[in-house]
Every structure is written in C-alpha cells, then in structure tokens.
C-alpha cells in the first residue's frame, strides 16, 4: 500500500450485507476479517479474534464500519504499530452529538511519546490497531466459549461487566482495561481526524478539539 493508492473509505468499501459465512478475504500482505450480519457487539468481535489468531498475522486493526477514514490514516497507524503494542485513536461520538470520549480517570500524568502519543486508561475501539502478542495474553486468560451462532469455541475476551464501584463497563472500555492490566500501554493518537457515521457524519480531531477546550 501506498499514500497515492485510491482505497474507498471504510464505510462505502464494504457490501451492507456478508452472508452467514462471511468469507476472509486474503491480500498480499492484509488479511480482511468480515463480521457475520446480526451478531452482538462481543460475539462480533471475539469471532474476529479467534479468525486472527488463527490466520499469522501480526497486527490486529479494529475498524468499525461506521468510520471515515482516509489511506494515510491507515499508513500513519500502521507505522505507529511498529513502535506500540497498543494504538487507538478517538473519534467524535453519535450518542453525544460529537463529544470525544477518551477515559483518563485517575491518570495524574501523561508520558507523551516522540511521536505525539499519549497514555490513556480507554477509548472508542473504532479506529485502533493491536499487536498479536497482547491478543494472546488476553486469549490465553479468558475463559472458552462455544458460540451459538457460529458454533465455533473461542476465547471469551469482549465483554460488557462492571466495576468495582458498580459502573457498567462497555466491551471497549474492558478490553483496554483487561491490556493494562496485563502490562500494556495503551496509546492515543490525537493528530488522526475520523468521521463517525449515522444519521449525519460527525468529524474531529482530538487534537483540535482540546485546543478549542483550552482556548475557550
């Protein structure tokens, strides 16, 4: 892949509908993991889990289909993964008519890295690439699980839970805690400006929206 290479933006590249097999779709040096139509948020993503796994590849790139994005997006992110375990970047959110929602609680200090990065406790998992070595520490310590859909067994990482407070935790918001917890930075590039896709397209960049903050 290069920068000059016309790729569409991921919510026009794929079809609206997979069939209930959903194939994976092998590149040269990218393998395309469809999600199967009508699957919950968890099993969706545990089933892409356990495909990667299984296929050698190095890099996990989570890229939600209601994301805009652009080929040096993508370049950028997979230069950074050379660096990090972890990349993500924030998005603006539907629910909240554009608000970012990037979790620092309780992080009294930032490491900012050379390359513009910053440690967060979570965020949005649209846009986010993951090293395979952390995948399969979490794999390793989840329990096994057979999906009535697929009736395939695999690891029981995504889940909806609570914390200790009580707090519903989304499935994102654990599985960026469950890599903390298991030695793992987890990084924010805030320089990437992303659309969230519904019933308009929310764009931003992080970066911009907290200079706005800072100025006002």
């Known amino acids: 892949l290069a920068p000059s290479v016309q790729m569409p933006r991921c919510h ?15 590149l040269s040096s990218m393998v395309i993991l469809p999600v199967p139509p009508n699957t919950g948020v968890t099993i969706a993503r545990d089933s892409v889990l356990n495909e990667f796994l299984k ?16 080929p040096n997006d993508f370049i950028r992110m997979l230069a950074l993964s050379t660096k990090y375990d972890v990349v993500a970047v924030a998005y603006p ?13 309780g992080l ?16 949005g998992l649209g846009f986010c690439i993951v090293d395979r070595k952390a995948l399969e520490l979490l794999a390793s310590r989840a329990p096994r699980v057979i999906d009535g859909y697929s009736q ?13 407070a009580g707090y519903r935790r989304t499935e994102d918001v654990a599985f960026f805690g469950d890599l903390r ?21 929310w764009r931003g960049r992080l970066s911009d929206a907290v200079r706005l903050s800072t100025a006002a």
């Open 12 to 26: 026009e590249a794929l079809p609206p509908y997979w069939p209930t097999c959903a194939p994976v779709i092998k």
């Open 55 to 70: 296929c050698g590849a190095d890099k996990l790139f989570w890229i939600d289909s209601d994301m805009a994005w652009t």
């Open 93 to 105: 959110s539907r629910s909240l008519d554009g608000v970012f929602q990037v979790n620092t609680d």
């Open 108 to 123: 009294t200090t930032h490491a900012i890295s050379e390359h513009g990065l910053f440690n967060v406790n979570s965020l």
């Open 152 to 164: 395939k067994e695999m690891a029981e990482v995504f889940r909806v839970d609570r914390t200790a």
């Open 181 to 201: 917890e298991a030695g793992f930075t987890v990084w924010c590039d805030p320089s990437i400006e992303l659309g969230h896709v519904g019933e308009k397209e």
